[in-house]
């Protein structure tokens, strides 16, 4: 039987800035490989206010960019090799938004190219897809570009309505996703078919945490300005060791 022990999280109890102990910012309009239109600022898009953590989507000119909103990490901050990810989340139903609970492995940073990097997707939301919550897993041999990925649609209708726990255990041997407890879609490492090396399974080393609201894009698609501004609220994140 799993046991779960929590190791790290935040719960946002103070207000104002994200604590820059667990958080740094990504920052600029990069178009980060997807073709949003936003561009993410250095603290400007989100704050911590009734324990809750909220990136805000603008349709504001900021710059060179016609949208501005969010993206934290906890690069630098807090590593992650195998473990329980939580995190309870509100996600906005303003058209064009695309906000993403997800992790790239530190080696990106250092050169390490995407998607022989690996990428892990916790939750992802389109409103193209308005009821349904989505998860992956890229690498270098399974990704959207070769349509190969292992990726997953989840039903759940009322989604924007209130807040949700999206959760991945990752173990030497499997990722398993759940929304509010309940196991949905599970990955194994030697599953029939699959090649288990790095360019198949570069899940064995230290990644970090994004938490991020993207607007429009390749995914995000078309925009209703007159629905912003759009929350993502965050209530926690936890990392938790387990023991089976």
Known sequence: MKKYILE???EFDLPGK???????????????????????????????RDSQL??????????????????????????FQYG??????????????????????????????????????????????????HVSLHTEKYNHMLRTQRTHFEPLPGVTQGFHEYAMDWTKEYIEFFIDGKSFQRYEKNAPGFTTDESG???????????????????????DPAQYPAELAIDYVRYYRIEE
């Open 54 to 79: 909220v990136i805000t989507g603008k349709i504001a000119p900021y710059l060179d960019a016609p949208y501005s909103s969010a993206r934290l990490t906890t690069y630098e901050r807090k590593l």
């Open 201 to 223: 399974w570069p899940f064995d080393k230290p990644y970090y945490l994004i938490l991020n609201l993207a607007i429009g894009g390749t995914w995000g698609g078309a925009i």
């Open 84 to 133: 329980r990810i939580a995190v309870m989340a509100k996600i906005p139903a303003a058209q064009g938004t695309w906000p993403a609970i997800w992790m790239l492995p530190a080696d990106k940073k250092a050169g390490v190219p995407w998607p022989r990097c690996g990428e892990i997707d916790i939750m992802e939301h389109v409103t193209s897809h308005f009821e349904t919550i």
């Open 18 to 48: 994200p604590d820059p102990s667990k958080w740094n910012f990504d920052v600029g309009q990069k178009k980060w490989g997807n073709g949003e239109l936003q561009y993410y600022t250095d603290g400007d898009n989100a704050d911590v």
């Open 8 to 10: 790290w999280g935040d």
